[in-house]
Structure formats: structure tokens, C-alpha cells
């Protein structure tokens, strides 16, 4: 009967060495950025703007690594623009910059990856048009558009380099919404400013500010997302509150409730919440248990649920407990539609990227031409290992390099006959077996990859008696 040798790390049967994990991904409203823990930065989906960070309009379908000049520790994406953080703490954008989204002084669009400002930042956030920072030393700074006081920087003036907000330097945390921003001091307390139609602001009003404005007075707030025109808080006790638009559902109240509420309240039911993220117009979160929840806007799956119109409560997305992190698109309604309507993240072995939703542009990164999936596929990005395989003496190795591989795959076999009259196959993200050849009893093979397109792809080697071995790489 034939068996499968399969990765089980106390049987030594299968280990792998030089593994790559995903460290964070996050949403434009049409394509997606992923950061590796070898501080490199992997794009995909639609380069319009340049929000990818590599000097072509042609969007890609399978995630490209981006911005290759430095190593980086921190990446945030608007709707069409991209901010980054270098490992040296100095702050770099890319993108849509006409009107100074980017922050590097003038207003144009840049389409490789440029330094901005060389002081010690922390992290940073972008909305629709507009990117909020926050430094080492805790105050916070602002660029870009401002028509409804985004910047909170007392004025509606559009800047095109980063100004400070106020004079504290107590800030924690920051979030840009759509046209509004959200922050937490250090003291827990929850403040906001920008546009306020429809009350994601939180005060009690409709109207907007143009500076930060202390929302409530509880100091147990811990994390925040703005969504379009929506915003959703995690307090230190695990709950979840939403304020704002609510005419998809979004505040995850259930269906018919009110079109909008400018105040925080509680969703009910969701508790033990350890992560948030608001997109366009749905959201999610990951409970402590590891499982993720979203509602909201579904109509092409941006939920990871079968299409409906909206998902009106928190409800449990698949049936896994590894989920590890997620980000929603980032997004606007224009025209009486929605556009950014997809979504990434990954699990807790966080070696693969999980999205769904739609994929008009390519912006799940699948190398599919689907419109959109309704569920979550976890196989994007997918980081090759060098991996080893024991064969019955269990001193025998099975590997391959060089990985990256650009011509050649060599494949490293135990110098035995096992493996003649075997066969080794290459096989694409999607299934497709794109080379087959026999084996022989040469402890070195040599595969030809130079006719396949770059992207990752798994490697099946079977021996002479039905044990099949598993590797991967990436073809440049």
C-alpha cells in the first residue's frame, strides 16, 4: 500500500530548517502588503497608484516581493498609498501623494519606496488620503488630505509633509479611519477627530473636529481600527465597542437596528476578544480562543462566509481555533457602492496567507481568476522551507537548493536505489502539476524550472516504493 511520509516532527520522519513566518499583513482597498519575519515586504493585488512600491501600473495576482532597499519592521496601507518603517526606526512611503498622503514634501505619486523622515518612529496608519505616525518619543504627526480636519491639526489644510498634532507626548496607539483618525493615550483614554457625519467620532454629535476631542472618560481602552465613517474600540476586559454608520451593519448590532449611532456602545455577545479590525464597510476579530468572527458587508464573500447582502452579528467565520491575525480592507463608498471588499491574515503556523472575498484585480493573491471567494483559502504567499526527510534507516536525507531557484532545482537523494524508477512532480499553488520526471539513482537530480513563472510551488517526490516526500520553493 502506498504511504505518505508526513511532517511529524517526534517520529523524526519530517523536520524542516530556515523556516520564513508572516509577522503581519495589511489591506488597501484593492491590494494587500505582507511582512515576513526576514523583514521583507510581499505586495499583490492592483499597482494603479504604485501602492505596491514597484514602478509598473500592471497589477499582479501572486504576492511579489516589494521595496527591496531596506529591511523593514512595520508596513500600513491606505486606499491607494503605502507607509513603511524601516529596522533603523526611519519612516519611508510609496503611492497615491497628490495630496501629500506620503508626507515626502511635495505633491506627486511615487511609484518606489522613499524616505520620508529620518526621526525614530513607532508605528503608523493610513486612511483614505491621509497618514498618522507615532514616535519613540510618544508625540504624533500627520500628512496629507485634511478638507474635514483628518489631520487634527486645528486647521483643514492639506499638508504634503508630516506636522505635528498637538504638544503631547503621552499617545499610545492610532488608527486612521476613512476621513477620521482614533487614538489612546497612555492612560487608556479613547480621543478622535476628522470627519463626523455619521458619528464615528463617538462624542455624542455630528459634528466634526478639527482636533483631538476626549471621547467618553473610561481609561481602559486598549485598541481601536477605524473603518469608513464606522470605528470599533477593545477595552482591557475583552469586550468590543462600535460607533458610527451602520447602514451595512458594521456595528455588528444586528439587522435594522439604527443607520447610525454617535455614541460607543457594546456589541452584545462578543467577549474575550483579543484582536480587532475594521474595513470599508464589515469588520472582525479574533477571540483569545483563537477563533475569528466578523460581520458586516458580505456581498462578495469579504467575510470568508457564503455572499449574503450583510452579516448583521458577530458570527464565527470557519470552524479553526489558530487564527493568529487578520486585517480588513481598507475602503470608501463612492457612487452608492463599496470598493474594498477583501481581506488577509494568517494562523498561528503563520507560513501562508489567508483571503477571501473579491478578486476583480487580483487582490487575494491566488493566481486565480475568480471575481471573489467565500471563504478564507489559506495557500497565498505560501514560504518555502528547506525540509528533510528520514528514510527507513532514518539517517538518509532528501533536500533540494538553491531556493530561491531561477534555472535549476537540484534535488539531494540518499545515494541508494530507492529512489530509481521514482518520479518527483512540480506542483503550482493551485493544484496544477506543472513538471513530472522519473527518477533515477543518482544522488543528485536535476529538475529545469526555467519555464515557470515566478511564485511558489511544491515539490512530490515518490520512490520506488510508494513513500512520497514533500518540499517546497520559490521560483523567481
Given amino acids: 500500500m502506498k504511504k505518505l511520509i508526513l511532517l511529524l516532527l517526534s517520529c523524526g520522519l519530517w523536520s524542516t530548517v530556515n523556516a520564513q513566518t508572516y509577522v503581519g499583513t495589511t ?15 510581499w505586495g499583490w ?15 499582479v495576482d501572486t504576492p511579489v516581493q516589494i521595496a527591496s532597499s531596506q529591511k ?7 486606499s491607494f498609498h503605502t507607509m513603511a518603517i524601516a529596522s533603523d526606526s526611519t519612516l519611508w512611503g510609496w503611492g497615491f501623494d497628490l495630496v501629500g498622503s506620503i508626507g515626502k514634501g511635495v505633491f506627486d505619486t511615487s511609484s518606489l519606496s522613499v524616505q520620508v523622515n529620518t526621526s525614530h518612529w513607532r508605528m503608523v496608519s493610513c486612511g483614505m488620503a491621509h497618514s498618522v505616525a507615532l514616535r519613540n518619543d510618544g508625540t504624533l504627526w500627520a500628512t496629507g488630505y485634511n478638507l474635514y480636519g483628518q489631520l487634527g491639526t486645528g486647521d483643514t489644510a492639506t499638508f504634503s509633509s508630516f506636522k505635528q498634532i498637538d504638544a503631547d507626548n503621552d499617545w499610545k496607539t492610532v488608527s486612521a479611519g476613512g476621513l477620521h483618525t482614533l487614538a489612546i493615550k497612555k492612560n487608556g483614554t479613547l480621543w478622535a477627530w476628522g470627519y463626523n457625519v455619521a458619528g464615528q467620532l463617538g462624542n455624542g454629535t455630528t459634528v466634526t473636529s478639527l482636533v483631538p476631542i476626549q471621547i467618553g472618560t473610561d481609561t481602559n481602552w ?7 465613517e464606522f470605528s470599533l474600540a477593545l477595552k482591557s476586559d475583552g469586550t468590543v465597542w462600535s460607533w458610527g454608520y451602520n447602514q451595512n451593519s458594521q456595528l455588528g448590532r444586528g439587522a435594522g437596528t439604527i443607520l447610525y449611532d454617535s455614541l460607543p456602545r457594546q456589541i452584545s455577545g462578543l467577549n474575550n476578544v483579543a484582536s480587532i479590525s ?19 458587508f458580505n456581498q462578495y464573500g469579504d467575510l470568508g462566509m457564503p455572499a449574503l447582502p450583510s452579516v448583521d452579528t458577530p458570527t464565527q467565520v470557519d470552524s479553526s481555533t489558530t487564527w493568529k491575525h487578520i486585517s480588513a480592507a481598507q475602503g470608501f463608498i463612492a457612487g452608492g457602492g463599496v470598493v474594498g471588499l477583501h481581506a488577509a491574515g494568517f494562523k498561528t503556523s503563520a507560513t501562508a496567507i489567508c483571503t477571501a472575498g473579491a478578486n476583480y484585480i487580483g487582490q487575494l493573491g491566488s493566481g486565480t481568476s475568480a471575481t471573489q471567494q467565500e471563504y478564507f483559502g489559506c495557500t497565498v504567499g505560501e514560504i518555502p522551507t528547506t525540509a528533510v526527510a528520514t528514510v527507513s534507516n532514518h539517517t538518509d536525507e532528501v533536500s533540494l537548493y538553491p531556493n530561491p531557484a531561477n534555472e535549476m532545482v537540484y534535488l539531494k537523494l540518499p545515494d541508494n536505489t530507492q529512489f530509481q524508477s521514482g518520479y518527483a512532480e512540480i506542483i503550482n499553488v493551485n493544484g496544477q502539476v506543472c513538471l513530472k520526471q522519473l527518477l533515477t539513482s543518482r544522488a543528485l537530480q536535476q529538475l529545469d524550472v526555467h519555464n515557470l513563472a ?3 510551488y511544491f515539490v512530490n517526490i515518490n520512490d520506488a516504493s510508494g513513500n512520497m516526500y514533500h518540499l517546497k520553493f520559490t521560483k523567481q
Fill in 27 to 41: 489591506c488597501g482597498t484593492e491590494s494587500v502588503i505582507a511582512l515576513r519575519s526576514d523583514s521583507t515586504l
Fill in 278 to 296: 475594521a474595513g470599508s464597510v464589515f469588520a472582525f476579530v479574533i477571540k483569545k480562543d483563537g477563533t475569528l468572527w466578523g460581520w458586516g
Fill in 454 to 456: 515566478a511564485g511558489y
Fill in 72 to 78: 523593514w519592521i512595520y508596513a500600513a496601507m491606505g
Fill in 222 to 228: 486598549v485598541a481601536i481600527s477605524g473603518g469608513f
Fill in 45 to 59: 493585488g492592483n499597482n494603479g497608484n504604485y501602492e505596491l512600491g514597484y514602478n509598473s501600473f500592471s497589477s
